[in-house]
């Protein structure tokens, strides 16, 4: 269940962080209106908050969130952006989830 709940919390707040960078791009890249900036930074601000309710020390949570976060970037491209993934990105997904359960799930001795 720990497992389930951290891969949730981790992908809540890869979700927070894309918007929060997505909308600012849209703004500057493609000339969307700039009040898309506000919901952007409330979007950054609640992804900070969501990586302080992580279980791990502070460097760890960062170590693993990033395999998350690549996985929802890429479902990102997919979805949001119409991009299908090759299989160069599939790839990367699988040695980033690899890598991201290694950090947060091993067992450590105390």
Do not use: N
């Given at each position: 269940?720990l497992i389930?709940?951290t891969?949730?919390?981790?992908?809540?707040?890869?979700v927070?962080?894309?918007?929060g960078c997505?909308?600012?791009?849209?703004w500057?890249?493609h000339?969307k209106?700039v009040?898309?900036?506000?919901p952007a930074?409330?979007?950054?601000?609640?992804?900070?908050?969501l990586?302080t309710?992580h279980p791990?020390?502070a460097?760890?949570?960062?170590?693993?969130?990033?395999g998350?976060y690549?996985?929802?970037?890429i479902?990102w491209?997919?979805w949001?952006?119409?991009?299908?993934?090759?299989?160069w990105?599939?790839?990367?997904?699988a040695?980033t989830l690899?890598?991201?359960?290694?950090?947060a799930?091993?067992?450590?001795?105390?």
């Open positions: 269940m389930l709940k891969i949730g919390l981790f992908t809540v707040t890869a927070a962080e894309i918007i997505y909308l600012p791009y849209l500057l890249k000339g209106p009040w898309l900036l506000i930074a409330i979007s950054l601000a609640l992804f900070a908050w990586l309710l791990f020390s460097g760890r949570t960062y170590a693993a969130y990033g998350v690549v996985t929802v970037a479902l491209l997919a949001v952006e119409g991009v299908p993934p090759d299989r990105d599939l790839i990367g997904v040695v690899v890598g991201m359960s290694i950090i799930f091993v067992p450590r001795g105390a």
